[in-house]
C-alpha cells in the first residue's frame, strides 16, 4: 500500500532559534523529546524507544531550517519525515512543521504520535 505525505504544524515560542534548533536537530535534543536516546554515526542516526531501535539516514541539513531523515526500512525511497522551522513574521513566534508520510491506515496514529511527542518538546523545553 502506498504512503501519502501529510504536514503538521505547531506553533513554538522559544527564546532563541538556537534553542528550538538545538531541539530538532542534535541527537541530544532528540534524546530529551523525541526518543529515548539516539546514536550518530556519520549520516546515520539510531533511535531508540525501550527496547526498540529504529536508523534512519541524514538526507538534508539546513541549519537553522529544516533537517530531513529516511527510514532505512524504507524500501520505496521517496519517504521522508522532516522538521521545518519557521518564524512568524507577524508575531515573532516559530513554527514547526512537520512532514512525514503514512498509509492511510496508518495515518491518524502517527499524527496523534506526534502531537504526543512536539507536547513532550513543549513541557521540557518551556517552548
Known sequence: MAKTKFQLEYL????????LWEYISTAAGYGRWLADEVIVDG????FVWGD???????LVCRPFSHIRFRWDDDKSGKTFFELRMKRNELTNEFVLEISDFAEDGDRQDLVELWNSEVYELKRISGI
Not at 549520516?43 to 539510531?46: E, G, P, V
Not at 526498540?52 to 541524514?58: D, S, V
Open 43 to 46: 549520516d546515520s542516526y539510531t
Open 52 to 58: 526498540e531501535t529504529k536508523r534512519a539516514k541524514l
Open 12 to 19: 513554538l515560542k522559544p527564546s532563541s532559534k538556537s534553542i
